[in-house]
């Protein structure tokens, strides 16, 4: 795998590849029998486009980085991405391109496969998202524990219904040209109907609070954006 395609917080970029930690024997050959996931998903990053401008498409900025479809597979992708509490500390995500640039990212986002990260897109445009603005007030392993949960629980498929969740993003908020002092945590929906939207809204809450003893933390109430009625992303 591409050195290049590992995301970091560290000022100077991460130069290891997304891999598994070496195991003994009897963990490595159990780990190789592949544990497949309800589908296959795809991690995407949206760059910071410098001097952006009117003229700057959405699309451009855009770039999938590595697909997955199995437990190993999530864990060794996981392990390269950084936590969103290390953002708390004005630092950016970064990564080096192929000419060994930094590049700074704005968002990572995992969709399901053959789902682009746009609105537009058939399997987005007549459904929305829940969003959670999370402020550094919130504390860094709390907003970490909010971010793991509900990638867990997407990927896991105990978020529902799942099956029309379409995509999780966090997005920094934290420093860039628009700073609203936060993380933002998305999860996108297709085919909007009240009922199936509500379910999933009390699914997604309760999947973001609990805690690892199986009792319920505190729970963010998510902001819910129709994708049809709104113009930029």
């Known amino acids: ?14 130069k290891g590849n997304f891999g598994l ?31 952006a401008g009117k003229t700057t498409n959405y699309q451009d900025a855009t770039r999938k980085v590595v697909s997955f479809n199995t437990v190993q597979e999530f864990i060794a992708i996981w392990n390269g991405l950084p936590q969103p509490s290390e953002l708390l500390e004005q630092k950016r995500i970064m990564r080096k391109d192929g000419n060994s640039q930094a590049v700074a990212i704005d968002a990572f986002m995992i969709f399901k496969e053959g789902i682009s990260p746009e609105w537009e897109h058939p399997a987005n445009a007549n459904g929305g998202h829940f969003q959670v603005q999370l402020k550094p007030t919130v504390g860094g392993p709390q907003i970490d524990e909010y971010w793991n949960n509900t990638v ?14 379409t995509v999780i993003r966090l997005v920094d908020k934290m420093t860039g040209s628009k700073v609203a002092n936060g993380i933002r945590i998305e999860l996108w929906f297709a085919k909007y109907n009240e009922s199936n939207v509500n379910s999933l809204k009390r699914s997604m809450e309760k999947c973001m609070g609990q805690r690892l003893d199986g009792s319920m933390g505190t729970v963010p109430k998510p902001d819910m954006k129709p994708h049809g009625s709104i113009g930029k992303h």
């Open 1 to 14: 795998m591409n050195q290049n395609q590992f995301l970091s917080l560290n000022e100077h970029c991460y």
């Open 21 to 51: 930690p070496e195991e003994d024997e009897e963990s490595a050959e159990a780990l190789r029998a592949p544990m497949k996931l309800k589908d296959t998903w795809v991690l995407w990053e949206q760059q910071v486009v410098e001097n």
């Open 152 to 165: 867990l629980g997407m990927i896991g498929g105990t978020i529902e219904p799942a099956d029309i969740i």
